[in-house]
């Protein structure tokens, strides 16, 4: 997880279960941390594959936004494109969880 020449550090689902093992303690192995992990992604998925939302108080909000169909152009061509209707996963942070993340990034001046 080490910043590489000025580039944002990254996160892998390994780094998470890892961590959240640490926090569990001694209790919970991390091969049980990573079942944990990986049963709540899939929750989420399956949740919004139904179309519902997903609301975690002072963390924020998965839902599914539904795209319209609009036509665009082609940047090459300037042809217009016949764009379909989609959904696409969206996550809304709460305002608790932004102002911890405007924090922790020094961008706020508060440290």
Avoid: Y
């Avoid at 924020?60 to 764009?83: I, L, Q, S, Y």
């Amino acid at each position: 997880m080490a910043a590489l020449h000025g580039e944002e550090e990254r996160m892998t689902k390994a780094d998470l279960v890892e961590q959240v093992a640490d926090a569990v303690g001694r209790g919970v192995t991390k091969r049980d941390c990573g079942l944990i992990v990986d049963a709540f992604l899939d929750a989420v998925k399956e949740t919004l594959a139904r179309g519902d939302h997903i609301e975690i108080r002072g963390f924020g909000t998965f839902k599914v936004r539904h795209r319209k169909a609009r036509t665009a152009r082609n940047p090459r061509t300037g042809e217009p494109v016949e764009v379909p209707p989609r959904s696409a996963p969206v996550f809304k942070p709460s305002s608790h969880f932004r102002s911890r993340v405007d924090r922790g990034s020094g961008m706020s001046g508060e440290e």
